[in-house]
C-alpha cells in the first residue's frame, strides 16, 4: 500500500533535548510538508520541500530544522531553539511541485516535552 | 499573501440534514485549486473535495459538494443526509497553480453531527 508513514505516534522529551520526527513516503511524490498543530487550530507550516536537496521555510520555521537527502524522506528535528515544542505534528506530499495536486497526510506525531 | 478564513468556529447538524460550511478567501492569483480536508478524532487529514478555480461547474463526490462564486472568493461546503462518521474538523485550503508551493489552510470548523 502507498501511504505516508509518520514513527513514533506519540514522543516524550526533557526540555533542552533535541528530537527528529520521522517522515517517508512511498507515494513518489516529489514535494513533501511539514505542519503544526496545536490544539483546536488550524495547520501551520513549519517546512516545505519541493525537490531533493532544497527546502523552503514556512510560516513558523524558527526552532526546527529539516533535510530532504532523499525523496522518500523529510525528517523533522525539532531543537532546544523552539520555545513551545509540544504539539502535533503531520507530514504531507503532493505529486508534482509545478501542479497544485492535493496534499497526501500521514496520521501526525503528538510530541510532548516536558 | 493568499488567506483563507472559515468563519464557523463549530457547527451541528441532526443527522440525515444537511449543513454547509463556509470558507472565504483572498488572492490576486487567477488559477488556483481549493480543496477541503476532512480531521477525524483519529486526526488523519483525508482529502474530501477539490475544485479547480477554471472549472465554473461545481465539484461533486457522492454526498459533498461545494458552492464555488469565484468572483465573491467564497467556497462552501455541503454536506447532505449527513452521518455521524461525518463528525470532525474541516478545513479549506488554497493552492495557486502553477507552481503551488506551499498551501494556505483555514483554521477549521469543528462539525458535530447529532443522532
Known amino acids: 500500500d502507498g501511504g505516508i508513514t509518520q514513527s513514533p505516534k506519540y514522543l516524550f522529551r526533557k526540555e533542552g533535548q533535541n528530537v527528529t520526527l520521522s517522515c517517508e513516503q512511498n507515494?513518489?511524490?516529489?514535494?513533501m510538508y511539514w505542519y503544526r498543530q496545536d490544539p483546536g487550530q488550524g495547520l501551520r507550516l513549519i517546512y516545505y520541500?519541493?525537490?531533493?536537496?532544497?527546502?523552503q521555510k514556512g510560516d513558523i520555521a524558527e526552532g526546527y530544522s529539516v533535510s530532504r537527502e532523499k525523496k522518500e524522506s523529510f525528517p523533522l528535528t525539532v531543537t532546544s531553539a523552539q520555545k513551545n515544542p509540544t504539539a502535533f505534528y503531520l507530514c504531507?506530499?503532493?505529486?508534482?511541485?509545478?501542479?497544485?495536486?492535493?496534499?497526501?497526510f500521514g496520521p501526525g506525531t503528538r510530541l510532548t516535552v516536558t | 499573501a493568499q488567506t483563507v478564513t472559515q468563519s464557523q468556529p463549530e457547527m451541528s447538524v441532526q443527522e440525515a440534514e444537511t449543513v454547509t460550511l463556509s470558507c472565504t478567501y483572498d488572492?490576486?492569483?487567477?488559477?488556483?485549486?481549493l480543496f477541503w480536508y476532512k480531521q477525524p478524532p483519529s486526526r488523519q487529514m483525508i482529502l474530501v473535495i477539490r475544485?479547480?478555480?477554471?472549472?465554473?461547474q461545481n465539484a461533486t463526490e457522492n454526498r459533498f459538494s461545494v458552492n464555488f462564486q469565484k468572483a465573491a472568493k467564497s467556497f462552501s461546503l455541503k454536506i447532505s443526509d449527513s452521518q455521524l462518521g461525518d463528525a470532525a474538523m474541516y478545513f479549506c485550503?488554497?493552492?495557486?497553480?502553477?507552481?503551488?508551493?506551499?498551501?494556505?489552510f483555514g483554521d477549521g470548523t469543528t462539525l458535530t453531527v447529532k443522532p
Open positions: 504531507a506530499s503532493s505529486r508534482d511541485r509545478h501542479l497544485s495536486y492535493e496534499q497526501y
Open positions: 507515494l513518489n511524490h516529489d514535494a
Open positions: 520541500s519541493q525537490i531533493v536537496n532544497d527546502f
Open positions: 488572492t490576486s492569483e487567477s488559477d488556483y485549486y
Open positions: 475544485q479547480e478555480a477554471y472549472k465554473q
Open positions: 485550503a488554497y493552492r495557486r497553480y502553477p507552481n503551488a508551493g506551499k498551501s494556505t
